[in-house]
């Protein structure tokens, strides 16, 4: 049997390598985020000691809540864009299936019928 719309399994394709580029570009993000939060470079000692916070933690802090924010962002944007995909792929195979049926019980019919 032929597959049929293909430019909808292109799509759902399409759907999955975007949410891998995304993941990983999440990831890349997170753990820039980590890395210049542990240098302390998201802020300055004066703008902590206004806040009332340790001057030594804003950047340890910061960098981890970045770090932690980013990643469960980017993986539940994996998840979405991926169900995405998958969920056209699971309406492309009902159809094939459905399909398939369709044909299997009209050649079940022609071969049952009695020869007159």
């Known amino acids: ?3 049929r719309f293909g430019v909808l399994r292109f799509i759902a394709t399409l ?3 975007l949410a891998w580029v995304v993941l990983v570009l ?3 993000g997170a753990i820039a985020t980590l890395v210049g939060g542990l240098a302390g ?3 300055d000692t004066a703008m902590l000691r206004q806040l009332g916070l340790p001057s030594d933690l804003g950047g ?5 809540a970045g770090f932690l924010g980013i990643l469960i962002g980017s993986v539940l944007q994996f998840f979405g864009l991926y169900a995405v995909g998958e969920i056209i792929t699971v309406f492309l195979s009902i159809e094939e299936n459905t399909r398939a049926t369709r044909l299997w019980i009209e050649h079940s019919l022609r071969s049952s019928q009695p020869m007159m």
């Open 15 to 17: 759907w999955k390598i």
């Open 60 to 64: 340890t802090f910061f960098g981890v």
């Open 1 to 3: 049997m032929e597959k």
């Open 26 to 28: 999440g990831l890349l």
């Open 41 to 43: 470079g998201f802020l």
